[in-house]
């Protein structure tokens, strides 16, 4: 099946810091990405839907300055967090969708565990 | 009102017996997809199964089968001859609207599935 790699897959940082998360698709070209964030032992939430060559789209109540998607090409999507806080500790998890192999199978990155101290 | 609702936070089933997770859903659309994701406790988000609003036919890829009742706005995944490896946290969720790249998904909160010996 298609494949999505996203790196890292741990990173710890500290307060203050940016860190920047890539989503790869590997053997399919994705227009669109999206991006999920997961509390522990709760479930995904959408946090933006990255467009290749425009801009991203938030949901409601996630700020995009703190969350910079950038989509420059077909297969790859970044989700940089900017000066991260405690708070921003989560896994983050992105999707693609290989809408020319396999329909409607949305395919998941493996995941981002963030913790920053 | 939750667009996805899994009832269950916890299941236990005995090995190499059946399971039934439910999921219900709540959409306005006619069309509409639903799917069931298994999160292991390495976090990868895997696909299991795919139904189509206007689908007739239950889903089935393997062992796992998705049981749709429309009007009961309903679609429970039926685990068969469970395994130890089946242990894992299964989400169900909704993509509304007409098939494209750009539609998202609306997860549940998730069951937690422990298979026994």
């Known amino acids: 099946g298609a494949v999505v790699s996203q790196h890292p897959s741990r990173v710890i940082c500290k307060s203050g810091t940016s860190v920047k998360i890539e989503c790869r698709s590997l053997d399919f070209q994705a227009t669109t990405m999206f991006w999920y964030r997961q509390f522990p032992k709760q479930s995904l939430m959408l946090m933006a839907t990255s467009n290749e060559g425009s801009k991203a789209t938030y949901e409601q109540g996630v700020e995009k300055d703190k969350f910079l998607i950038n989509h420059a090409s077909l297969t790859l999507s970044t989700l940089t967090v900017t000066s991260a806080h405690p708070e921003d500790s989560s896994f983050y998890i992105c999707?693609?969708?290989?809408?020319?192999?396999?329909?409607?199978?949305?395919?998941f990155g493996s995941g981002t565990q963030l913790s920053v101290l | 009102a939750q667009k996805i609702t899994q009832t269950q936070p916890g299941m236990f089933v005995q090995e190499k017996e059946a399971v039934t997770l439910d999921c219900t859903y709540d959409?306005?659309?006619?069309?509409?997809?639903l799917f069931w994701y298994k999160q292991p406790s390495s976090g990868e988000m895997i696909f299991l199964i795919y139904?189509?609003?206007?689908?007739?036919q239950n889903a089935t890829e393997g062992r796992y089968s998705l049981n749709f009742q429309k009007a009961r706005k309903s679609a429970n995944l039926v685990i068969s001859a469970s395994q130890l490896g089946d242990s894992a946290m299964y989400f169900c969720?909704?993509?509304?609207?007409?098939?494209?790249?750009?539609?998202?998904?609306?997860f549940g909160t998730g069951t937690q599935l422990k298979v026994e010996l």
């Open positions: 999707s693609a969708r290989d809408l020319l192999g396999h329909g409607e199978k949305l395919f």
């Open positions: 969720a909704m993509r509304e609207g007409l098939t494209g790249g750009g539609n998202k998904l609306t």
């Open positions: 959409t306005s659309d006619q069309s509409y997809g």
């Open positions: 139904q189509g609003s206007y689908d007739e």
